[in-house]
C-alpha cells in the first residue's frame, strides 16, 4: 500500500481517510467515509480501502553534488512512463531524478500509482541540464540515431544519464557531454522512453558496481 510506503520513507501523513470498516494504517488523524463515499473521491475504479494526505517534501534539497548515478528526465509528459522510470531508478540505485522544467507534476497520482511507492524512496528534483553539470556530474545523453552503444559506454565518474521527451527525444545540440544509444532491430525508431532508461540504469548500475546491490 502506497501509504505505508511513505510512512516507511519517513513522509509525513497529515489526515487518512477509510472506507467503513477499514483499519487506520498511520498514526494520523482517522476519518471514516459513510458508505460508497470513498469510491466517488478516489481517482480509480476499485480504490484501496485507505486514502491519505501526505506532506508534499522540497524539491529543492536534493543534494546532487554528493550524486554518483543521476536520471535526468528532460520534458517527460506522460504520468505513466515517468512513474515507471521512478521505479525502474530506485530498483537500479539510481541516487537522485532530476526533472527539468515542464515535466509532468511528479505528485500526479498517475505518477505516483505507476512509480508503485519508488517516489518516496528516491531524491527527487526541478532542475535545469546546467544546474545538473554545474554539480560536477557527466551528462550523457540518449539518442536514437548517435552515439556509443549502452553496452559498451563509459559509465565510470559521476554521471547523468539524460533521457528526452516522448515524441521529439532530446535535440542534437542538447548540452551533454556524450551520446549513447540503444542499438535495436525492428521497425521502430525507437524505444518507449521509459523501456529506454530501465535498460540505461540497470546497464549502468551494472557497469559501475559489476552487480546491481543485493545480487548474488
Request: charged residues 15%; aromatic residues 4%; negative net charge.
Given at each position: 500500500?502506497?501509504?505505508?510506503?511513505?510512512?516507511?520513507?519517513?513522509?509525513?501523513?497529515?489526515?487518512?481517510?477509510?472506507?467503513?470498516?477499514?483499519?487506520?494504517?498511520?498514526?494520523?488523524?482517522?476519518?471514516?467515509?459513510?458508505?460508497?463515499?470513498?469510491?466517488?473521491?478516489?481517482?480509480t475504479e476499485r480504490p484501496q480501502p485507505n486514502i491519505a494526505v501526505v506532506a508534499i517534501p522540497d524539491l529543492g534539497d536534493v543534494p546532487l553534488a554528493s550524486a554518483g548515478l543521476v536520471l535526468v528526465a528532460d520534458a517527460i509528459g506522460d504520468p505513466g512512463n515517468l512513474g515507471t522510470m521512478l521505479r525502474s531508478s530506485e530498483a537500479a540505485g539510481v541516487d537522485a531524478v532530476v526533472l527539468t522544467p515542464g515535466s509532468v507534476d511528479v505528485f500526479n497520482p498517475k505518477v505516483v500509482r505507476a512509480s508503485a511507492g519508488a517516489l518516496f524512496h528516491v531524491p527527487v528534483s526541478i532542475a535545469t541540464l546546467e544546474t545538473v553539470r554545474a554539480a560536477g556530474l557527466r551528462l550523457v545523453g540518449t539518442s536514437s540515431h548517435q552515439g556509443t552503444p549502452h553496452t559498451g559506454a563509459d559509465w565510470s565518474g559521476r554521471v547523468a544519464i539524460v533521457v528526452g521527451n516522448e515524441a521529439h527525444g532530446l535535440t542534437d545540440d542538447a548540452p551533454v557531454d556524450q551520446w549513447v544509444t540503444i542499438e535495436h532491430a525492428g521497425r521502430a525508431e525507437s524505444l518507449n522512453v521509459a523501456m529506454a532508461t530501465t535498460l540505461l540504469v540497470f546497464e549502468a548500475a551494472r557497469s559501475r558496481l559489476g552487480a546491481l546491490p543485493g545480487s548474488a
Amino acid at each position: 500500500m502506497l501509504i505505508a510506503e511513505a510512512i516507511a520513507a519517513g513522509w509525513s501523513i497529515e489526515a487518512e481517510f477509510a472506507a467503513p470498516g477499514a483499519a487506520a494504517v498511520s498514526h494520523a488523524p482517522l476519518f471514516e467515509f459513510a458508505e460508497g463515499v470513498l469510491e466517488r473521491v478516489a481517482s480509480t475504479e476499485r480504490p484501496q480501502p485507505n486514502i491519505a494526505v501526505v506532506a508534499i517534501p522540497d524539491l529543492g534539497d536534493v543534494p546532487l553534488a554528493s550524486a554518483g548515478l543521476v536520471l535526468v528526465a528532460d520534458a517527460i509528459g506522460d504520468p505513466g512512463n515517468l512513474g515507471t522510470m521512478l521505479r525502474s531508478s530506485e530498483a537500479a540505485g539510481v541516487d537522485a531524478v532530476v526533472l527539468t522544467p515542464g515535466s509532468v507534476d511528479v505528485f500526479n497520482p498517475k505518477v505516483v500509482r505507476a512509480s508503485a511507492g519508488a517516489l518516496f524512496h528516491v531524491p527527487v528534483s526541478i532542475a535545469t541540464l546546467e544546474t545538473v553539470r554545474a554539480a560536477g556530474l557527466r551528462l550523457v545523453g540518449t539518442s536514437s540515431h548517435q552515439g556509443t552503444p549502452h553496452t559498451g559506454a563509459d559509465w565510470s565518474g559521476r554521471v547523468a544519464i539524460v533521457v528526452g521527451n516522448e515524441a521529439h527525444g532530446l535535440t542534437d545540440d542538447a548540452p551533454v557531454d556524450q551520446w549513447v544509444t540503444i542499438e535495436h532491430a525492428g521497425r521502430a525508431e525507437s524505444l518507449n522512453v521509459a523501456m529506454a532508461t530501465t535498460l540505461l540504469v540497470f546497464e549502468a548500475a551494472r557497469s559501475r558496481l559489476g552487480a546491481l546491490p543485493g545480487s548474488a
